[in-house]
């Protein structure tokens, strides 16, 4: 009984302790950088394309050591993934996160606030923070959510169809054209069965219902029914045309661009407009391919990161944040040949020559230029739907159900 | 030497047969809405979801088809290399190379199958090289195909060897060289000398082997997820993605998936340890 | 009696069976490779630069999957050894094999996904040591299994003897079961190995993709759509057991059996 008192005891003292170890944000920036620096910081990030890959690994890895002697780690995982180990972690009860900082977007956004597992509001703190385009609606929310700065804009990307000039002169700029195509050319088009084929629904989906205006705002489950109703009857009209007899779908648009490059399709696609010129760059595609956007529009969002809220290293983490979106960082990243992702800086306002050089950043050679396409810029939509559509997407169009 | 067995049982319990039955309770409290960050209390539904409204079943039927097949053309495509080149596979860089596939790991068949049979991959270029296709198109599918073509292949690739070895060592134990001889001196010729005694004893040798072969392709999960169809898909990608995919509202059926492919499984296992006692 | 037997299908299956060991290194050398071409457009030592490098993300995780497979193997031989003892000379015989069959005969990736939860709440998921663990979990049960036929009637027979002619325990493990056991022992570790090398689910589910193991890079290098640098990690992945098959010719051959 002694014993039983004196473990009671002392289980209870551990588990204080662990409280205090963990999640203790300082308040000012200088604690932030002190607690920080020299710190290990782990994060989960997508890592389905090379180049960005490379951006990490041989940019932002060496410099976070060599200015903060910060040792980021990065392991692979991808929004829903992430939403599940961070489920899982939750569920088991365990005190401290296995990851400090993850890249997120929107529906990731949404299911993580649902279990609450993001830390925040945090990007207040953030000194470079002060340079962002908050006023750019495109930035500021994220799937029709406010972001609140429970997340911090990292890039900004438009979807976009890419395609070989050579075999394919004149592609349609239209879903009615579209249909045509594939009719003359059975086998040409497919969509991936991930994020940027979800993108591409939902493009199509704002562009059946009108416009951004009508489906903007929070979940209508009416509204869905009836615009994705004729949705689905437009990708039924398409399906036995496209790849595989839209019998099976690819997993993503790396493998697309291979396809693309060899000829087994005509198309592919990106959520980053600017793929297409690293793409080429790398020698994956050929200096054919070009890229465009439908007149119906095509989904322009940004993408995030995110702290969690159980992470044992937040300070860290915090000065990771901090440099990614420094104006140092955002123009490497915004190099074609790096990555050619868009930023959420408003350059015109950055100090020193950083706004000459953002203006003397290569254009692209493959892509069309930001400026032409983001007339046909159209806003994100709430959460929900991305996630019927995914559901939808296997039930009605792959199970046929 | 009673207190090291009692150690050794107490590890075994821990670390054998605790882990599994812990699992399986958690599994089962989660489908049952017990347990779970998103559950709104006891419920049957997902299990009834499981039975009227899910892939289960058709998947799990798709994945022992596949299994059969590919189990039984490895089977006799080492029957077939065992009593035809018996001694020649003896000689040991002969063995060496043949059972190289056994250090191959899925993802790496799975690669090998890709590149050679993809509409872009060897054959293809090789088909297009000499005329008979027209480009990726007109290459015949053999990945990502429902038929599971390319799975089937890939995983008679890497069970012909385990099965030509495991035939060759049965052969050489009972002594199949001394049956098939005294089968001939009694007037049988050597077709129907194998036939009747020597694939017999090999199969009946071989059965649990062949049993659990047939339990590996079912829950292969690599191959699958890089040469499959998105539906209808094998049983592993399947409550894989169900468990860590998307919609997280799915978990609890997930887990009677789960549950149900771990009875399934026990249930296999002890057929196969009946039979194997029965001529181990 | 003419013996004019055509060895076709023999040269055929020498030639699948080897077909990876040459096509693979061969790909990692390749440029641009695009349709129609047989032959890519260009060479390139590139992807061999990028892993001799200092950056080795992939000579990291070559090492980190070495390192794995030997803490595995060893713990699970050994154990296994000692552990099949206990239960083959026991009268719980066939309950001992039927929970050592449950997780080798489940796929590993959903072995793991049912684990999950335990190894969440132990603070092992995500970590080298819950990756061995874990594996420990499938390998252990399948030495048991491969040990069992070791220890029979005739190796009982043979430490009872040995027993009656007075030697100690310790003397006869040393001496008389040890010299025995080893040929099995070093298959065992062998087969262990493989599995542990080999294995690409277990290790991402319970690792949370956050323990790079070399298969974890070939499938992250596919998802890239990099056959270059897949083809890469790949070759690294299969020389190892190549060689180890190479060593142990002998034995395996002659042990492979259930």
């Given at each position: 009984m002694k014993y039983f008192s004196i473990l009671f005891i002392a289980l209870l003292f551990s588990s204080c302790h662990r409280k205090g170890d963990q999640a203790t944000v300082p308040g000012s920036w200088d604690e932030v950088v002190a607690a920080g620096t020299g710190s290990t910081v782990r994060m989960m990030m997508w890592q389905g394309d090379p180049f960005i890959n490379t951006y990490m690994q041989q940019y932002v890895k060496p410099k976070l050591k060599e200015l903060y002697g910060i040792e980021l780690e990065i392991s692979s995982g991808q929004g829903n993934m992430i939403v599940s180990l961070l489920l899982s972690e939750l569920e088991a009860g365990k005190k401290q996160s296995s990851i400090d900082m993850m890249w997120i977007n929107g529906e990731t956004f949404y299911q993580l606030r649902q279990i609450d597992a993001l830390y925040g509001p945090f990007s207040g703190i953030l000194p470079n923070e002060r340079y962002i385009d908050w006023d750019n609606p495109y930035i500021a929310t994220d799937f029709q959510q406010p972001i609140n700065g429970m997340e911090c804009p990292w890039g900004n990307v438009q979807l976009s169809i890419i395609y070989d000039s050579l075999r394919t002169p004149e592609p349609p700029r239209t879903m009615t054209e579209l249909l045509t195509y594939v009719q003359a050319h059975p086998g040409s088009f497919t969509i991936p069965n991930e994020f940027t084929g979800m993108t591409l629904l939902k493009s199509w989906l704002i562009a059946i219902a009108g416009?951004?205006?009508?489906?903007?705002g929070p979940f209508d489950e009416q509204k869905y029914q009836h615009y994705s109703a004729q949705l689905w009857e437009y990708i039924r009209a398409l399906q036995p045309y496209m790849w595989k007899e839209g019998k099976t779908f690819p997993d993503g648009p790396a493998t697309m661009h291979r396809m693309l490059a060899n000829g087994e399709i005509d198309f592919s696609m990106s959520n980053n407009d600017g793929e297409v010129d690293n793409k080429v760059l790398q020698g994956i595609l050929p200096e054919t391919a070009r890229s465009y956007v439908f007149t119906s529009g095509t989904i322009r969002n940004s993408h995030y990161l995110g702290l969690t809220q159980r992470s044992s290293n937040l300070p860290g983490a915090m000065m990771v944040i901090n440099f990614l979106i420094s104006p140092e960082a955002q123009f490497e990243k915004m190099q074609p040949a790096v990555w050619g992702d868009g930023t959420v800086l408003r350059t015109d306002e950055l100090p020193d020559n950083w706004p000459q050089q953002f203006r003397e950043i290569p254009g692209r050679k493959y892509a069309p230029d930001r400026a032409s396409i983001s007339r046909y810029a159209l806003m994100e939509l709430s959460p929900e739907y991305m996630i019927r559509l995914f559901d939808d997407f296997r039930n009605i169009i792959i199970e046929g159900r | 030497m009673k207190a090291g067995k009692s150690i050794a049982w107490i590890v075994f319990v821990l670390l054998v047969i605790l882990p599994v039955s812990a699992s399986l309770v958690y599994a089962f409290l989660y489908s049952v809405g017990l347990t779970g960050l998103l559950s709104d209390g006891y419920t049957i539904a997902y299990w009834q979801q499981l039975r009227t409204n899910s892939p289960f079943f058709f998947s799990l039927l798709y994945s022992m088809i596949i299994a059969v097949i590919s189990i039984g053309l490895a089977v006799c495509i080492a029957l077939w290399l065992t009593l035809r080149y018996g001694t020649t596979l003896q000689r040991r860089n002969i063995s060496f190379i043949l059972l190289l596939p056994l250090g191959i790991p899925a993802v790496v068949a799975a690669l090998m199958t890709y590149q050679l049979l993809s509409p872009s991959g060897w054959l293809s270029r090789l088909t297009y090289a000499v005329g008979l296709t027209g480009g990726p198109d007109a290459f015949p599918a053999l990945i990502n195909d429902r038929l599971a073509v390319g799975i089937i292949i890939t995983h008679i690739i890497l069970a012909v060897p385990y099965f030509t070895a495991l035939f060759r060592n049965i052969y050489r134990q009972e002594q199949g060289d001394l049956l098939l001889l005294t089968a001939r001196n009694l007037g049988a010729d050597n077709g129907q000398a194998s036939r009747t005694i020597v694939i017999p004893l090999l199969l009946r040798s071989a059965f649990p082997s062949v049993l659990m072969f047939l339990l590996f392709v079912m829950g292969s999960y690599e191959i699958p997820l890089l040469l499959g169809v998105s539906d209808p898909r094998m049983l592993s990608p399947l409550i894989a993605d169900k468990m860590f995919r998307f919609d997280l509202l799915d978990k609890p059926l997930a887990y009677a998936m789960l549950v149900s492919y771990v009875l399934l499984v026990l249930l296999l296992n002890m057929l196969l340890l009946r039979k194997n006692a029965r001529h181990a | 009696m003419h013996r004019r037997k055509t060895y076709a299908s023999l040269v055929v299956s020498i030639i699948l069976a080897a077909l990876p060991y040459g096509i693979l290194p061969l790909m990692s050398f390749f440029g641009r490779w695009h349709f129609p071409a047989l032959l890519p457009e260009t060479w390139t030592f590139q992807h061999w630069g990028s892993f001799l490098h200092s950056q080795g993300a992939v000579g990291a995780s070559f090492l980190l999957s070495l390192g794995i497979a030997t803490c595995t193997a060893t713990l699970a031989s050994t154990g296994g050894l000692l552990l099949s003892r206990a239960v083959s000379y026991s009268s719980f015989r066939q309950g001992g094999l039927f929970f050592s069959l449950l997780p080798v005969t489940m796929s590993p990736v959903l072995f793991a996904t049912i684990l999950l939860f335990y190894f969440q709440v132990a603070g092992l998921a995500g970590t080298v040591a819950g990756v061995i663990l874990a594996q420990m979990l499938i390998a252990l049960p399948f030495a048991i299994i491969y040990f069992h036929s070791f220890w029979s009637v005739r190796i009982l027979r043979l430490e009872q003897l040995s027993a009656t002619l007075g030697s100690t325990p310790v003397h006869t493990y040393r001496y008389i079961i040890w010299p025995v056991a080893r040929p099995f022992l070093l298959v065992c570790f062998f087969q262990t190995f493989i599995i542990s090398w080999l294995e690409y689910g277990l290790t991402s589910v319970i690792g949370t993709g956050q323990i790079q193991t070399l298969t974890l890079k070939v499938f992250l290098y596919i998802q890239e759509s990099n056959p270059s640098m897949a083809a890469l990690s790949a070759t690294l992945l299969i020389l190892p057991p190549a060689i180890l098959l190479f060593w142990n010719r002998r034995f395996v051959f002659k042990e492979v059996s259930l």
């Open positions: 416009g951004d205006s009508v489906l903007a | - | -």
